[in-house]
């Protein structure tokens, strides 16, 4: 089945610990991307990626990285600088980047906490 | 800027009910797209539904009716005769132009009871 799978669907970290997020994707998109969701918010951008090797900031990029090494896979890795990282992390992707109009698929999900 | 305003927070229903979910959004642009994704308790964003704003048709997909009116700046979901399998978080999204961000509304929270 072609899909987006995010693991692991429960993360907890200890404060001052970096942690890294997986997305995976098999359906040939191009284009993937975080967001983060907090309760009674929408969805916020933390990071995008159009093509291999080349991502860039969303709206709120500071304290997270990512790497896009190969087309189906997007990690994200949430830093001890990010200073309340404890939220619902989504990953999506479409087959063209923000230059086109395609629509975003979504994963699963991550719930991180930080304890 | 754009924004997507999705003013009911929670609504609740009976089985069998017809519900309206209201979207409000604000663009400068004269192309943009408008969606709508299903959110159930799992977590995972379903996407429902894409409309171009060259587009005023409404679309009917079977309990589910958007009604997009670009005098009001609206694009209305409606579910008639729902069912609890319908309990999600629902939520509006814009984009305006070709080379722009997905702009969320906050989501709207649909309970509905047996």
């Known amino acids: 089945d072609g899909g987006i799978t995010q693991s692991p669907k429960y993360l907890f970290r200890k404060e001052g610990q970096n942690v890294t997020l997986s997305c995976e994707q098999n359906l040939n998109h191009d284009a993937m991307y975080w967001y983060r969701q907090d309760p009674g918010q929408g969805l916020r951008l933390i990071y995008y990626s159009q093509i291999v090797n080349d991502f860039q900031k969303g709206d709120i990029a500071e304290g997270y990285s990512v790497s896009r090494e190969k087309k189906e896979s997007f990690p994200l890795t949430v830093t001890s600088a990010q200073k309340n990282p404890t939220a619902f992390y989504l990953c999506?992707?479409?087959?063209?980047?923000?230059?086109?109009?395609?629509?975003?698929?979504f994963g699963p999900g991550t719930r991180l906490t930080v304890l | 800027a754009q924004k997507v305003t999705q003013a009911q927070t929670e609504i609740s229903v009976v089985e069998k009910e017809d519900v309206t979910l209201d979207c409000v959004y604000e663009?400068?642009?004269?192309?943009?797209?408008l969606f709508w994704y299903k959110q159930p308790p799992s977590g995972e964003l379903v996407f429902l539904i894409r409309r171009n704003s060259f587009d005023e048709q409404n679309e009917i997909s079977g309990r589910y009716s958007w009604n997009f009116q670009k005098s009001t700046s609206s694009f209305n979901f409606t579910i008639t005769a729902s069912q609890v399998v319908d309990s999600a978080v629902y939520f509006c999204a814009l984009r305006p132009g070709a080379n722009s961000k997905l702009t969320f509304g906050k989501g709207i929270t649909l309970s509905v009871r047996p």
């Open positions: 663009t400068r642009d004269t192309t943009y797209y």
């Open positions: 999506a992707s479409s087959i063209a980047g923000l230059g086109s109009t395609d629509t975003q698929y």
